[in-house]
C-alpha cells in the first residue's frame, strides 16, 4: 500500500511540474527579480509592444546583455514592481 501511495505521490508533482512549465499560447515566460529571488511569470507577448515593458527589457539588455542566467528573458527589478507596471497594461 505505502509503494502505491508513493507513486501516485510521484505522479501528481510530475503533472504539477509539467502544468507550471506549459505556456499558453499568445504569452511568453520572464523570471522576475534580482540573483536568488526570482519568480516566474507568464505574460501575454503583446506587452512586449509596450513603451513601459520596453523600458524593463532595456534594463535586462543593460544588465544581462542577451545571456539570460535563467535560460529565459529576466527582468531586473522587485516582483512588486513588475506587478504594478503589468497590472496597468492593456493589449
Do not use: W
Not at 502505491?4 to 520572464?30: D, E, F, M
Amino acid at each position: 500500500m505505502a509503494i502505491r501511495i508513493t507513486s501516485v505521490l510521484s505522479n501528481a508533482k510530475q503533472i504539477l511540474n509539467k502544468s507550471q512549465q506549459v505556456v499558453p499560447k499568445g504569452h511568453i515566460p520572464v523570471y522576475v527579480g534580482k540573483q536568488a529571488d526570482k519568480k516566474r511569470y507568464v505574460v501575454p507577448v503583446c506587452y512586449l509592444n509596450h513603451p513601459a515593458f520596453q523600458d524593463l527589457l532595456r534594463s535586462a539588455e543593460e544588465e544581462f546583455g542577451f545571456h539570460h542566467p535563467m535560460g529565459g528573458l529576466t527582468i531586473p527589478c522587485t516582483p512588486e514592481t513588475f506587478f504594478k507596471l503589468t497590472s496597468e497594461l492593456k493589449c
